[in-house]
């Protein structure tokens, strides 16, 4: 069986190592050093690291490149050395385990804040991670850990780009704090479902407060995906004594949570920093003979923003900003004018805030990032322009739906593709091209086969069956391709009211949930809110 097929369904538990700064410097390298370098001034240190570790029983030994990219680089003045430290990197690791363990290439933070927050844009970062990995995997690597993220974007940079640059096995990870989210404010099941969704072999945890938070963080992911996940726990949170950071927590402690983590869903357990080759040995001895477990996780469709989870459940109703279906979504000519529009429907209850990238006059990026700035309600990019589309996939931090405004099954050979990359719910817009229910189903059934054909989960495919309520009553078309979506194909379906929503469109709309509708376009207010007080719409605050 190949490495990959071991990763995608691992037969065992793997063992990963400890921490390389921790040891560099506990053998004399200063802290304000910077250890990547150390891989080409005094490669016989960080050779003797690994060989610890390997003695202690590690399977998989990361590179010592954890801050080998050239922004992260440039702090020290070693930005043109980029490429030489990352071959001597994973040299030396070869060198030292000798076929005996696995090679992981060690990808980490560039050090600077993702635009909004920050100076750093997606394309910059996605640049400097390909340079990067380009240089490990030139040198012979086996898989690559993306780790101690604290950015939903940065990760996404990482793992599109080691795709882009090769075919092997990737591990991404995030790191958490005591409050249970990253610096960003991403909790572990948001992690989880985005960075599951951009078609990695493991996601996971490291780093972080210790090893008993990340049992939490880790029994979280693991309630909502069914991918392996990995774990490498810091020693506990760091203590100065007499010019030395002392990591409190001991081999034994760390390695009575390391058979938790493999309880709750683990392939893959290790350290972090102030973990040492002690830790590791302990770690292999404990979990020694165990095997992976299979988890039950619900079937449902997820998306999510940079903060928060939503799911698309049966008999429960989620609002999306809009007009009359996906041909009158968010517009507005100014930032300033879209933040405010956007601000008033996520206050009012919009869970998903749909953006036509079409009439916006603001660049889909700007777009998007306006967009995520004022609000925590997941995202919808609607477009007839795949590249518009893709500019858009590029500035989202969580995990969007989107819609193409187009029918015919060339076109959905592409959409399908691109949301595959970047990990996207895919909607359908059959259009006015469909002259009843049965051409919907039509319609839909090919971008389903499509969808699958290209790896993507007929859960994530969802498709817009049209207004519920025209002329005063239910639209019969409306109700009959709903019928027809939901039982025949299985997927999850949108429907639109336009208007103002009184008592009879509510229980027309009250009446679709029962059938199985997930979500409604309308023009979130709370007047509209307030008028579907007697249907189950999912409540934010919940």
């Known amino acids: ?113 993702m635009h909004p927050f920050g100076p750093l844009d997606f394309d910059t970062a996605v640049e400097a991670y390909e340079e990067q990995i380009c240089a490990l995997c030139d040198a012979g690597i086996h898989l690559l850990i993306v780790e101690t993220m604290q950015d939903l974007r940065e990760a996404k940079a990482a793992i599109l780009a080691a795709q882009r640059m090769a075919s092997i096995p990737i591990i991404a990870q995030m790191s958490f704090g005591q409050e249970g989210k990253s610096m960003m404010g991403t909790p572990p099941e948001v992690a989880a479902v985005v960075l599951g969704a951009l078609n990695v072999n493991l996601v996971g945890t490291n780093c972080g407060t210790g090893p008993q938070d990340m049992l939490s963080s880790l029994q979280e992911m693991a309630s909502v995906t069914t991918i392996g996940l990995s774990a490498q726990p810091n020693a506990g949170l760091p203590t100065l004594h007499e010019g030395r950071l002392i990591y409190l927590s001991t081999p034994e402690y760390v390695a009575k949570l390391s058979r938790q983590f493999v ?51 049966s008999g429960q109703l989620l609002l999306m900003s809009g007009k009359s279906g996906f041909a009158q979504l968010s517009s507005a000519s100014t930032v300033a004018s879209l933040q405010a529009t956007i601000a008033q429907q996520s206050e009012s209850g919009a869970h998903i805030i749909c953006l036509d990238l079409d009439s916006i006059s603001l660049k889909p990026r700007q777009a998007v990032e306006s967009a995520q700035f004022v609000s925590s309600a997941s995202l919808c990019l609607a477009s007839s322009d795949l590249s518009r589309l893709q500019e858009g996939l590029r500035a989202v931090e969580g995990r969007p739906m989107i819609v193409f405004r187009h029918s015919n099954l060339l076109d959905s050979w592409e959409i399908c593709d691109l949301a595959k990359q970047y990990g996207a719910l895919l909607a359908i817009d059959p259009g006015n091209s469909a002259a009843g229910p049965r051409e919907v189903l039509g319609i839909c059934e090919s971008f389903v086969a499509a969808a699958e054909e290209a790896g993507i989960s007929r859960m994530d495919v969802l498709s817009y069956v049209g207004e519920l309520f025209k002329n005063g009553k239910a639209s019969k078309r409306a109700f009959e391709s709903l019928q027809l979506l939901t039982s025949e194909l299985g997927i999850n379906t949108i429907a639109s009211i336009e208007g103002e929503v009184d008592d009879t469109a509510a229980q027309v709309v009250k009446d679709a949930v029962r059938m199985g509708l997930g979500l409604l376009i309308t023009d979130v207010s709370p007047k509209t809110v307030g008028s579907l007080k007697g249907v189950n719409v999912l409540n934010q605050c919940g």
């Open 263 to 313: 309880e709750s869903g683990a392939v893959l357990v290790g350290g972090c920093c102030g973990t040492t080759p002690s830790h590791i040995k302990a770690i292999a001895e404990s979990v020694a003979g165990m095997r992976p477990v299979m988890r039950k996780v619900e079937k449902v469709t997820r998306l999510a923003s940079r903060t928060k989870l939503l799911e698309v459940r």
């Open 1 to 113: 069986m190949s490495l990959k097929d071991r990763i995608l369904e691992p037969d065992c538990v793997y063992i990963c190592d400890g921490a390389m700064g921790t040891s560099l410097h506990t053998l004399g390298i200063p802290l304000s050093r910077c250890f990547d370098e150390i891989n080409l001034s005094q490669p016989e240190i960080v050779e003797r690291v690994h060989r610890a570790y390997l003695g202690a029983g590690a399977q998989i030994m990361e590179t010592n490149t954890f801050g080998a990219n050239r922004l992260k680089l440039e702090g020290y003045g070693l930005g043109q050395q980029t490429r030489e430290i990352n071959l001597a990197g994973a040299y030396i690791a070869r060198r030292a385990v000798s076929g005996r363990a696995l090679i992981a290439g060690s990808i980490g933070p560039t050090g600077k804040l």
